[in-house]
């Protein structure tokens, strides 16, 4: 079992920036992937970036540019730099930690973009 604590999560205005952090704990050898998903109000669930272990990184579309993904191996945390932040960027964000048979999610942490 892998438990992820997320935080850093508020309410910013446009074209403000805020940083998420996401803390792994637990069984965390073989975690192939680190990465952040995003809900919005009545939409489904969609990824915002993830980044592998090798260090291959992808981001959507409609981030990139501004949000920036890292991991400290070290401490098991992987970061999410949001910059420039837009109303469209309101959801609740989770991190997402990925094994080859086994997938963990964190408890989210609302970001809401004020105009």
């Known amino acids: 079992q892998v438990h992820l604590v997320e935080s850093g999560g508020g309410l910013v205005q446009a074209g403000g920036s805020l940083r998420l952090s996401c803390a792994a704990s637990?069984?965390?050898?073989?975690?192939?992937?680190m990465g952040w998903y995003r809900q919005a109000p009545g939409k489904q669930r969609e990824l915002v970036t993830t980044?592998?272990?090798?260090?291959?990184?992808n981001y959507a579309g409609s981030v990139k540019g501004r949000f920036t993904i890292s991991r400290d191996n070290a401490k098991n945390t992987v970061y999410l730099q949001m910059n420039s932040l837009k109303p469209e960027d309101t959801a609740v964000y989770y991190c997402?930690?990925?094994?080859?048979?086994?997938?963990?999610w964190g408890q989210g942490t609302q970001v809401t973009v004020s105009s």
């Open positions: 997402n930690v990925r094994k080859l048979l086994y997938e963990a």
């Open positions: 637990g069984s965390i050898s073989g975690i192939n992937s």
């Open positions: 980044v592998t272990s090798g260090g291959s990184i």
